[in-house]
């Protein structure tokens, strides 16, 4: 079966740059999450959008945004990169429509900032 | 959101069954009671959840206090695969697009 699919797998940046991060939800599901996981931590919740709509907002830094486009993609953007950036970046997907809208989570994003 | 609160870290030998304990003691009535698991290097997994009742599936069994107020995950024969971190987490689906809130969960090992 399809899963959650993030790329790139790996990303290593310099302080102060850019980093974009992608996901592609499984197919059908309308709504997408996206958590940060430093190192030794539990996973912290950013952002979600459902509908391609913003549905809520957790610890995520301005220097971040996202969105979901009209095929239920998602993209993380994340500006002016700092050493505390350096995290795994999980992306979930669901479905309300679909049992109980249980979160699938891709196998995540390493970003490492130098 | 209510929190729960669960073990820093558990062992058990394999095959032999595990007993996971969570707390929450402020969950509300809509609060379900999730149950997701975080395999070495691995994004989370569902492995079950409940709002009343025992539930049972193919990987785990969930015992919920009548009280509401705490809740057992059972894993009937715990191999070296089990061995992840657990998570219990309370969940209000009133709202569409509910999200998940990580709490610390319970570090389980298994040794053989």
């Known amino acids: 079966a399809a899963g959650v699919i993030q790329s790139p797998r790996h990303l290593i940046k310099e302080k102060r740059e850019t980093a974009t991060l992608k996901c592609y939800p499984i197919?059908?599901?309308?709504?997408v999450y996206w958590y940060q996981q430093g190192p030794g931590q539990d996973p912290q919740f950013l952002i979600s959008?459902?509908?391609?709509?913003q549905s809520d907002k957790g610890s995520i830094p301005d220097r971040f945004s996202a969105q979901q486009f009209s095929d239920y993609h998602s993209e993380l953007n994340m500006s002016s990169l700092e050493l505390g950036d350096s995290a795994l970046y999980f992306c979930a997907s669901s479905h309300w429509g679909l049992g109980i809208g249980e979160l699938f989570f891709g196998e995540g994003s390493r970003l490492t900032v130098l | 959101d209510a929190k729960t609160t669960q073990p820093n870290s558990m062992e058990s030998n394999e095959e032999e069954p595990v007993h996971l304990p969570c707390n929450h003691s402020?969950?509300?009535?809509?609060?379900?009671i999730h149950w997701y698991r975080q395999l070495p290097s691995q994004g989370p997994e569902y492995v079950i959840h409940g709002l009343t009742s025992n539930v049972n599936n193919r990987m785990a069994s969930l015992a919920i206090a009548e009280d509401r107020k705490s809740s057992t995950l059972i894993l009937h024969r715990a191999t070296l695969r089990d061995a992840a971190v657990y998570y219990c987490?309370?969940?209000?689906?009133?709202?569409?697009?509910?999200?998940?809130?990580f709490g610390t969960g319970t570090r389980l090992q298994v040794t053989l």
């Open positions: 987490i309370l969940r209000d689906v009133a709202g569409t697009a509910s999200k998940l809130t």
């Open positions: 959008f459902y509908e391609k709509m």
């Open positions: 402020t969950i509300s009535g809509t609060d379900y």
């Open positions: 197919p059908r599901h309308d709504t």
